[in-house]
């Protein structure tokens, strides 16, 4: 065992899953744009008072999780820092910061990059995971809400998860979850004795967290207990109403989940989470959202409304692995690999791959001093549909091209290869050759 290892809960994303990552991402950014998603990147860190004041001190995010950095030096109290365990807090404090509230409402943005927090590691549970994530601030909704629904369905149908399936539910507002909160306390303190201990701590401070409780002797007591769509004030439950239709009217049919109450503080009535069905348990679920209309405020700026959706990308490669356990495709993968009978003539070699990577080709010249069957050997271990064999015929303008997949080999014109090899990989890949 090396003696250095990656920390605990993080992973190399060695290059077969980072090309997976990097067609998500890519996928996210595009999907955003198409949806008039500006992109953003705010700091891997930011002050620890963002994420106190913006996710909530009593949730476990900030309670237990929270990445704290420290500088060097010990730092003071305006240089206490955590790494971000989500991006809404941010963007929101730079939303304030950069007043914001001047552009055109609502400001979309989108951002896709790793987030910390110290959980407890397990499959799909990291310690340093991937979002993506899209954020709409100053439009109150309901119709935005559900489009930021469809947003995050369309991805899961673009990268190719099938079955996933999205639950909702309004958690009421500052008028109307007082009194469902009240409700609700009171039910859990009639059934305090039958409380695991950690519940009845929650009880106290969060009580709508003893809803999505892991613990597994809770599940007879959350059945039972008080639902909050019956104590939606009426504004909320217009809202509600409005963003049910908008859902049907985009052809999506969320499930209903009255439990659902989300870990974040700053969630105010939307709220939803993206599971692939049947994999409904806590740790499965692919992403979740929703509005926020106190957060702004929170952070220092105006009363302003905002909802978004954090897609976990981790959670997405694992789906779309099970689904599907062939390798993902190597973009880096040469079509041609140069060689060469003079074991020496690098030069030529560099400048034929140049010539061919010019042309928008994948190539690469091997530049080692190995005899020809070696060089041919790596050419066919890279993958390569090709290897183009420099010798004496290059001073009268020609190469062989050894197709290395068809097993043939033929004589072509310098000047005429990169346009031949370009029809005749795109001709393979079509099949047309075979
Ligand atoms: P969240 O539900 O805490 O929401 O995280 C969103 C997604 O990130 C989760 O559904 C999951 O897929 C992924 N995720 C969370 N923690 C981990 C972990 N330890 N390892 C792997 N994946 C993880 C938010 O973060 C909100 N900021 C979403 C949002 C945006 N709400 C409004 N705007």
């Not at 409700?183 to 950690?198: K, M, N, S, V």
Request: aromatic residues 8%.
């Amino acid at each position: 065992m090396p003696k250095f290892q990656a920390p605990r809960g993080t992973r190399d994303l060695l290059p077969t899953d980072r090309a997976v990552f990097l067609r998500l991402e890519d996928t996210a950014r595009d999907l955003a744009m198409r949806y008039g998603f500006a992109p953003i990147e705010t700091p891997i860190f930011e002050g620890s008072a963002v994420y106190e004041r913006g996710v909530g001190e009593v949730t476990d995010v900030v309670e237990k999780e929270l990445f704290r950095v420290q500088a060097g030096r010990g730092g003071s109290e305006r240089e206490r820092w955590a790494l971000r365990p989500e991006p809404t807090a941010g963007i929101c404090r730079a939303y304030v910061q950069h007043g914001m509230r001047t552009w055109p409402q609502p400001v979309k943005l989108t951002m896709t990059g790793p987030m910390f927090r110290y959980d407890r590691p397990q499959a799909g549970r990291y310690r340093q995971f991937w979002q993506f994530d899209v954020e709409a601030i100053g439009d109150a909704g309901p119709a935005i809400d559900a489009e930021i629904i469809e947003l995050a369905m369309a991805f899961f149908g673009e990268v190719g998860l099938t079955d996933v399936q999205v639950l909702v539910n309004s958690i009421g507002d500052a008028t109307c979850r007082p009194t469902y909160i009240a409700a609700l306390t009171d039910y859990f303190r009639g059934h305090e004795a039958e409380l695991p201990e950690q519940e009845r701590a929650r009880l106290e401070t969060a009580p709508l967290r003893l809803l999505d409780s892991k613990d597994e002797r809770m599940a007879g007591l959350v059945a039972g207990a008080p639902v909050i769509t019956d104590h939606l004030c009426s504004d909320c439950q217009v809202h509600f109403e409005g963003l049910l239709a908008h859902l049907e009217g985009v052809s999506i049919e969320p499930r209903l989940e009255p439990t659902l109450v989300r870990g974040l503080d700053y969630y105010t009535r939307t709220a939803f989470e993206f599971y692939r069905s049947g994999a409904e348990g806590q740790q499965e679920a692919l992403g979740g959202g929703g509005r926020y209309d106190g957060l702004v405020e929170r952070l220092g700026g105006q009363a302003t409304p905002g909802i978004g959706f954090g897609i976990g990308l981790d959670r997405v490669a694992l789906a779309l692995a099970e689904q599907d356990p062939t390798p993902a495709a190597e973009p880096w993968r040469p079509v041609a690999v140069v060689v060469g009978t003079d074991p020496d003539d690098t030069v030529v070699r560099l400048q034929l791959a140049t010539e061919l990577r010019g042309a928008g080709l994948a190539s690469r010249p091997d530049l080692t001093a190995r005899r020809l069957g070696k060089q041919l050997d790596g050419a066919a271990r890279a993958g390569a549909h090709f290897a183009i064999i420099c010798g004496d015929e290059l001073e009268a303008g020609h190469v062989q091209v050894k197709d290395l997949m068809a097993g043939t080999q033929r004589q072509v014109d310098v000047t005429e290869l990169a346009r031949d090899l370009t029809r005749a990989h795109t001709q393979h890949r079509h099949g047309d050759d075979a």
